[in-house]
T-cell receptor
Framework: GENVEQHPSTLSVQEGDSAVIKCTYS??????FPWYKQELGKRPQLIID?????GEKKDQRIAVTLNKTAKHFSLHITETQPEDSAVYFC????????FGKGTRLHILP | GAVVSQHPSRVICKSGTSVKIECRSL??????MFWYRQFPKQSLMLMAT?????????EQGVEKDKFLINHASLTLSTLTVTSAHPEDSSFYIC?????????FGSGTRLTVV
């Protein structure tokens, strides 16, 4: 089955700087790669997703890149703001999705 | 947009009792729903895939006799935690896939005392 690795587990960046979170997956059949932001005790919120026929996708300050050959994908957040502080999860799959272990992002003032 | 409703949001039960959690797709039909469990400061772990009109598919290591799943209609899946014990205390979240992506319920915080 699918196995998703996510790094780093914790990330601290100065407000205004960029943050990058990386994930790798194992199943070459996976074709859907979403990223979620989760507040404590709340449901995961989709922030961006990408399908395997696309290499990069951007939505304002957030971008995701996908390298199918290497089986890795990354989340890029530019011009970070205090409200970006949260836990972020990557996931991979198709008919079902498997989550990475998460990254706790701290935006430092 | 696609909405998944989950109830109850919180439940406290005594050890040895059973608890039922409901997951409903409000504005779309879901032939497949998914149940996840999340322990504090950990990730969402897929427990099982709920299939309308047929048996659920459980992930490796998940006890199917302990976590009973029923998906009797195109809009409702239920998860019953049987003979609950304190180690079953967790955050349970359901998910369904409308035309695009996955939509999550608001989760159920289960505490077994």
């Amino acid at each position: 089955g699918e196995n998703v690795e996510q790094h780093p587990s914790t990330l601290s960046v100065q407000e205004g700087d960029s943050a990058v979170i990386k994930c790798t997956y194992s199943d070459s059949a996976s074709n859907y790669f979403p990223w979620y932001k989760q507040e404590l005790g709340k449901r995961p919120q989709l922030i961006i997703d990408i399908r395997s026929n696309v290499g990069e996708k951007k939505d304002q300050r957030i971008a995701v890149t996908l390298n199918k050959t290497a089986k890795h994908f990354s989340l890029h957040i530019t011009e970070t703001q205090p409200e970006d502080s949260a836990v972020y999860f990557c996931a991979a799959g198709g008919d079902k999705i498997i989550f990475g272990k998460g990254t706790r992002l701290h935006i430092l003032p | 947009g696609a909405v998944v409703s989950q109830h109850p949001s919180r439940v406290i039960c005594k050890s040895g009792t059973s608890v039922k959690i409901e997951c409903r797709s409000l504005d779309f039909q879901a032939t497949t729903m998914f149940w996840y469990r999340q322990f504090p400061k950990q990730s969402l772990m897929l427990m099982a895939t709920s299939n309308e009109g047929s048996k659920a598919t459980y992930e490796q290591g998940v006890e199917k006799d302990k976590f009973l799943i029923n998906h009797a209609s195109l809009t409702l899946s239920t998860l019953t935690v049987t003979s609950a014990h304190p180690e079953d205390s967790s955050f349970y979240i359901c998910s369904a896939s409308p035309v695009w992506g996955y939509t999550f319920g608001s989760g159920t915080r289960l505490t077994v005392v």
